[in-house]
């Protein structure tokens, strides 16, 4: 069992940035893939990002690429999402999750085993 927490989300103007962390407990962290996910009122949720357990490889929405960085430290158990230039469209709840990494790492939401309670971001125009 692997128990993720998300923090640092907040209301942030148009243009702004934001560290997103998701601090994790319980069963090897090291040994799986981290993604992250939003979902907006009404909408899907969609993949943001992810990052291999090795860290070696980082995946990215095409929404965010240039804007966004995934990066995880194994000694402290952490998966950060910094996002720069938010704009209003990236407003939405954010969860992070953990897949097996004996699996392929994927952008699909239903193949994670673990969640995050989510952490809100609003971005203000």
């Known amino acids: 069992q692997v128990q993720l927490v998300e923090s640092g989300g907040g209301l942030v103007q148009a243009g702004g940035s934001l560290r997103l962390s998701c601090a994790a407990s319980g069963r090897t962290f090291s040994g799986y893939h981290m993604g992250w996910f939003r979902q907006a009122p009404g909408k899907e949720r969609e993949f943001v990002a992810a990052i291999t357990w090795s860290g070696g490889r980082t995946y990215y929405v095409d929404s965010v690429k240039g804007r966004v960085t995934i990066s995880r430290d194994i000694a402290k158990n952490t998966v950060y999402l910094q996002m720069n230039s938010l704009k209003p469209e990236d407003t939405a709840v954010y969860y992070c999750?953990?897949?097996?990494?004996?699996?392929?790492?994927?952008?699909?939401?239903?193949?994670?085993?673990?969640w995050g309670q989510g952490t809100q971001v609003t971005v203000s125009s």
């Open positions: 999750a953990a897949r097996r990494g004996t699996y392929s790492i994927t952008d699909n939401s239903e193949t994670y085993d673990y």
